[in-house]
């Protein structure tokens, strides 16, 4: 929740920003939050296809450990 | 087994050469590219934002293509590599959909409007959010592979829509830089670090593709335990 409330409060700036472009670096900030949403999402992706594949195994797991007891 | 470790030792060879790809094109795109004369440094989100709309067609035509296959032959293999494509396309078309505004709103100071390239490509990703919700909320297995067969394909019709909106009608986005006529073209370091991004992203979604291929293939795997095990009990 803190992690959130400090990206809000760093882009809050980012959202007042008016248009205008007036020098080649002006909206460098804009920029550097398209690329960051970028990757924020491919890691995020990235991430919870780790954390289906741990899920899965894990299952495959449990259900190996069912099956070595009903062979019992 | 020899054969699954020459598999996992080339998954780890496309893992790092990609990873190296998505350097080298930061690089590109942040040192070497020129910065375009009327819109400044916000134009180089173009290098992500064009090679993740592309690879998103890309993306729904392999479902298009897989959906058709497996309505044609019914082999559950195909369904999963459409059902994992969609997904894949869907968070490329977000991507798409994130970067937009934000080059937009410095640009035409607006983050959105509702034109016809910006509405189609929202209905797009609307499109394949509903496939994967139908995929979710159907019970029996091949009905719901049948279904979502079905809607793939319908919806698929919206790419060239998408693709086509700002040659067909007047669009506050831009008029296409590349195969869009006499006036139309790019600096030729431009078009260079665009054709790399592209082969970058096409190399990311081969590579999520897989991973996305792998999880299916264990899901089946469980499947198949659960299924041993039911018939095994007395």
């Given at each position: 929740?803190?992690f959130l409330a400090?990206?809000?409060?760093?882009?809050?700036?980012?959202?007042?920003?008016?248009?205008?472009v007036?020098s080649?670096?002006k909206n460098?900030?804009?920029?550097?939050?398209?690329?960051?949403?970028?990757?924020?999402?491919?890691?995020?992706?990235?991430?919870?296809l780790?954390?289906r594949q741990?899920?899965?195994?894990?299952?495959?797991?449990?259900v190996?450990?069912m099956?070595?007891?009903?062979?019992? | 087994?020899?054969h699954?470790r020459?598999?996992e030792?080339?998954?780890?060879i496309?893992?790092?050469a990609?990873s190296l790809m998505?350097?080298i094109?930061?690089?590109n795109?942040?040192i070497?590219?020129?910065t375009?004369a009327s819109m400044g440094i916000i134009q180089?989100?173009f290098?992500?934002h064009?090679?993740s709309?592309f690879?998103?067609f890309?993306a729904?035509?392999?479902t298009?293509?897989?959906?058709?296959l497996?309505?044609?032959?019914?082999?559950m293999?195909?369904?999963?590599?459409?059902y994992?494509?969609?997904e894949?396309g869907?968070?490329?078309t977000t991507?798409?959909?994130?970067?937009g505004?934000m080059?937009a709103r410095?640009?035409?100071?607006?983050?959105?409007?509702?034109?016809?390239?910006?509405?189609s490509?929202?209905?797009?990703?609307?499109i394949?959010v509903g496939y994967?919700?139908?995929r979710?909320?159907?019970?029996?297995?091949?009905?719901?592979a049948?279904?979502?067969?079905?809607?793939?394909?319908?919806?698929f019709?919206d790419?060239p829509?998408?693709?086509l909106a700002?040659r067909?009608?007047r669009?506050?986005?831009?008029?296409?830089?590349?195969?869009?006529?006499?006036d139309?073209g790019?600096?030729?370091?431009m078009l260079k670090v665009?054709?790399f991004?592209?082969?970058?992203?096409?190399?990311?979604?081969?590579?999520l593709?897989?991973h996305?291929?792998?999880?299916?293939r264990t899901r089946?795997?469980l499947n198949e335990?659960?299924r041993?095990?039911a018939?095994?009990?007395?």
């Open positions: 929740m803190k400090a990206i809000l409060f760093w882009l809050t700036p980012f959202f007042l920003q008016t248009g205008a007036s080649p670096t460098l900030n804009f920029l550097f939050a398209a690329y960051a949403a970028v990757w924020l999402l491919i890691i995020a992706y990235l991430f919870s780790s954390r741990k899920k899965l195994a894990q299952e495959i797991e449990a190996k450990q099956q070595r007891e009903a062979k019992k | 087994m020899p699954d020459t598999l030792r080339w998954t780890n496309f893992v790092y990609t998505m350097l094109n930061l690089c795109i942040f070497f590219v020129p375009e180089r989100i290098y992500f064009v090679p709309a690879i998103a890309l729904f035509g392999v298009f293509v897989y959906s058709i497996f309505l044609a032959k019914r082999n293999w195909h369904d999963r590599v459409a994992c494509s969609a894949i869907v968070i490329f991507i798409v959909l994130v970067t505004p080059w410095p640009v035409w100071n607006t983050w959105w409007t509702w034109d016809a390239r910006l509405t490509t929202l209905v797009l990703w609307f394949y994967m919700m139908l979710a909320y159907t019970d029996e297995e091949q009905r719901g049948r279904f979502a067969a079905v809607f793939a394909i319908v919806g019709v790419v829509i998408v693709y700002n067909l009608w669009t506050l986005h831009p008029q296409p830089v590349m195969m869009g006529g006499a139309s790019l600096h030729p370091t665009f054709l991004s592209l082969v970058t992203f096409l190399g990311l979604y081969l590579l593709l897989f996305r291929l792998r999880l299916e089946l795997e335990i659960k041993e095990l018939y095994s009990q007395p």
